[in-house]
């Protein structure tokens, strides 16, 4: 499975972007798709989870009620739709793809994205 992330950018604190990541190679709808993300200095954190079916979707708390992860079986796409937001969600985002069961754990995922950098100004 290969994996395109894209859709980052510079946005201000309450504004919105979408982001997108692109799967090719096996079939994707077989697999969870997760967002994590990474700011500098900080660990990598998940952000949100979709399972194969998409009918099941994970939060973290920082970010539940503002985020909404879907995916376009159509197009092998998996979005993140970020709205309200703010300086500390600045990071690289990440989305990957797991073998295994919808997880929270950035080490049950298989197949990663190159990352697409989110930056929210004040």
């Known amino acids: 499975v290969q994996l395109q992330a894209s859709g980052g950018g510079l946005v201000q604190a309450g504004g919105s972007l979408r982001l997108s990541c692109a799967a090719s190679g096996r079939t994707f709808s077989s697999f969870p798709m997760g967002w994590f993300r990474q700011a500098p200095g900080k660990d990598r954190e998940f952000v949100a989870a979709?399972?194969?079916?998409?009918?099941?979707?994970y939060y973290a708390d920082s970010v539940k009620g503002r985020f909404t992860i879907s995916r376009v079986y159509a197009k092998n796409t998996v979005y993140l739709q970020m709205n309200s937001l703010k300086p500390e969600d600045t990071a690289v985002y990440y989305c990957a793809a797991a073998l295994g069961g919808v997880s929270r754990d950035f080490s049950d995922y298989d197949y990663w994205g190159q990352g697409t950098l989110v930056t929210v100004s004040s």
């Open positions: 979709i399972n194969w079916s998409g009918d099941s979707t």
